[in-house]
């Protein structure tokens, strides 16, 4: 089982912005894939952002344009830049990846919250 850690949520005002990290315990070079996810009170859990090992990315249309995903190799951690937040991307987020012999894991989850 690999071994997440995300860090970086919070409470801020809508337009505001916050980074999201997650370390990982395994070498990134490993992965095949690396994702945050999100859920709310209201919904199920979605796939917000998602890299590949090689780089390729997807974002949740609703997040396009305001949000990155971004990978920093040397420290093992995956970042989500979250920015121009709106209420509607308050949720708990949740890193998840997969690696290339076939297992995955998810963090515990760090909760934003975008309030005036």
């Known amino acids: 089982q690999v071994q997440l850690v995300e860090s970086g949520g919070g409470l801020v005002q809508p337009g505001g912005s916050l980074r999201l990290s997650c370390a990982i315990s395994e070498s990134i070079f490993k992965l095949n894939l690396m994702e945050w996810h999100r859920q709310s009170s209201d919904k199920q859990r979605e796939l917000v952002a998602q890299?590949?090992?090689?780089?390729?990315?997807y974002y949740l249309p609703s997040v396009k344009g305001r949000f990155t995903i971004s990978r920093e190799d040397a420290k093992n951690t995956v970042h989500l830049q979250m920015n121009s937040l709106k209420l509607e991307d308050t949720a708990v987020y949740f890193c998840r990846v997969h690696t290339k012999d076939g297992r995955s894991g998810w963090g515990q989850g760090t909760r934003v919250t975008v309030s005036a």
């Open positions: 890299i590949s090992g090689a780089g390729g990315t």
